[in-house]
């Protein structure tokens, strides 16, 4: 798609640090580097975010990365976890609309990188929880 970065790094308009491709997916090296090897997942079609995927295209992107995962486990290994995240739209933190999974190496609880998850468990009765659950089942197509 065109002015879309991801695309013309895919396409070698614009440099990246690859570290894996094939017909499907491309996978280079985040400019952040939130940690070191923090790796993006980037599927060739462009698609803007997990709203526009089929299962066909989830499948080809999610094949990939555990192979990714093992690559960065073997190439540090003082890598102690990763964290897999995938970020959907302007709110959640996504920053550039072709659909991308971050990789991030974990060290150390101090290596500057953190996710928080509150928690509300308290604010939701049981009947509540059920016609949450409830109201998403009923959309699963
Ligand atoms: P998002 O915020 O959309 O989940 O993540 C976008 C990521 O793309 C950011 O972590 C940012 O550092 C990375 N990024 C943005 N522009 C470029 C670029 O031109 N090259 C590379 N390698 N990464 C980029
Ligand atoms: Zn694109």
Do not use: W
């Not at 989830?58 to 890598?79: C, N, Q, T, Y």
Request: net charge negative.
């Amino acid at each position: 798609m065109e002015n879309c970065i991801f695309c013309k790094i895919i396409d070698q308009e614009i440099p990246s640090y690859k570290v894996y491709e094939d017909e499907k997916v491309y996978a280079f090296l985040d400019i952040s580097q939130a940690t070191k090897g923090h790796t993006l997942v980037v599927p060739k079609q462009h698609v803007t975010d997990i709203f526009d995927y089929d299962e066909e295209l989830a499948a080809d992107v999610f094949a990939r990365i555990p192979k990714i995962a093992r690559a960065l486990e073997k190439a540090f290994p003082e890598m102690e976890g990763l964290n897999i995240l995938n970020n959907n739209k302007e709110l959640a933190y996504q920053s550039v609309f072709h659909s991308h999974v971050h990789l991030v190496p974990r060290y150390s609880k101090k290596d500057d990188f953190s996710i928080h998850f509150g928690n509300h468990a308290e604010q939701q009765k049981p009947e509540e929880m059920q016609a949450i659950a409830d109201k998403i089942k009923e959309q699963v197509k």
